[in-house]
């Protein structure tokens, strides 16, 4: 059990801490998702990881992230500390972190999942969308 214990230790640090959801956030997302905690506030990933998860879209999301001025790193950094839209996922306990700009003619997201055995948010994958489709995701919260 100490074997795992120091496991679980090793993956947390190697998990970036990307912010915590404010309360108005993860009430809304409660109400969609009624069995996440109310405690469950921590976003993380894997930033490599990620990308890679990714790799069928990483053309396309190259090609906005030049519109954006970041690099791929910095695209989840970027999407994690400014989204201004939370979307329900396709599948239980996940939701879309969006930033969403009248000037560009997609969205940025990330995808997060929740992980109930570690309470916190885990980035899924990232990419970038034509606004068009993207609204089919039910918007949980949005900045006004």
């Known amino acids: 059990m100490a074997k795992q214990s120091k496991n679980r230790v090793k993956l947390d640090k190697e998990k970036e801490r990307l912010g915590v959801f ?3 956030q993860l009430t ?3 109400r969609v998702y009624k069995d996440v905690p109310g405690n469950a506030k921590r ?10 998860h990714n790799k069928e ?16 790193e910095q695209y989840i950094r970027f999407i994690a500390s400014n989204f201004n839209q939370i979307r329900k996922g396709q599948h239980d306990n996940t939701v879309v972190l969006a930033f969403c700009n009248d000037d560009l003619d997609h969205i940025a997201a990330v995808h997060l999942v929740f992980d109930k055995n570690e309470n916190y948010w885990m980035v899924k994958s990232v990419r970038a969308s034509r606004k068009v489709f993207f609204k089919k995701e039910d918007l949980i919260w949005e900045k006004k």
């Open 43 to 52: 976003i993380r990933a894997s930033i490599s990881n990620s990308i890679k």
């Open 57 to 72: 879209h990483l053309d396309q999301t190259e090609r906005y992230l030049e519109q954006l001025g970041l690099t791929k």
């Open 22 to 24: 404010t309360q108005p």
């Open 28 to 30: 809304a997302i409660r």
